[in-house]
């Protein structure tokens, strides 16, 4: 009895939702949106998306011209007395180097490679290199790069 007194009860609840809900199935379906809503984008999105593009081109340009101004800085900045310069290079391999550089009065001959750089030779203060503006008169006397390589590596 018990049981039975129970599903009476679950059935008079559930008729009453499934006639409404058999209703609404009935009536007409309605439209989620008002049809008289316009369908293009609000003239303040546009704006919007013109003003970020805009901002991100500014900020582009910014950039790139901050990192010419940084490299010419450095590039002015390395030349003076105390620097370092780059006297000549040659390629040794595919990563490896052979450079001669100048600090302050001296010249050292590096070795370098992608995990280190070594000093391979010292040459005297006034040794002519190629393409240095040192003054000497004949062309020929000057020791091209490739001798003065022989020549610290002992060969």
Do not use: W, Y
């Amino acid at each position: 009895m018990n049981l039975r007194a129970f599903l009476a009860g679950c059935v008079g609840l559930l008729l009453p939702v499934a006639a409404s809900l058999a209703a609404e199935q009935a009536a007409p379906a309605r439209p989620f949106a008002a049809p008289d809503v316009p369908v293009t984008a609000p003239a303040g999105a546009v704006n919007g998306i013109a003003q970020v593009t805009v901002a991100l081109l500014v900020v582009l340009v910014a950039v790139f011209i901050v990192a010419v101004l940084v490299r010419r800085f450095r590039n002015l900045a390395g030349g003076g007395d105390g620097g370092i310069e780059v006297l000549a290079q040659t390629a040794l391999g595919q990563r490896e180097r052979a450079v001669i550089v100048r600090v302050g009065e001296a010249r050292l001959l590096l070795g370098v490679t992608p995990g280190q750089v070594t000093l391979l030779h010292t040459l005297p203060a006034d040794a002519h290199l190629p393409g240095s503006s040192s003054g000497a008169p004949d062309q020929a006397a000057r020791p091209s790069f490739a001798s003065l390589l022989r020549k610290s590596l002992g060969r």
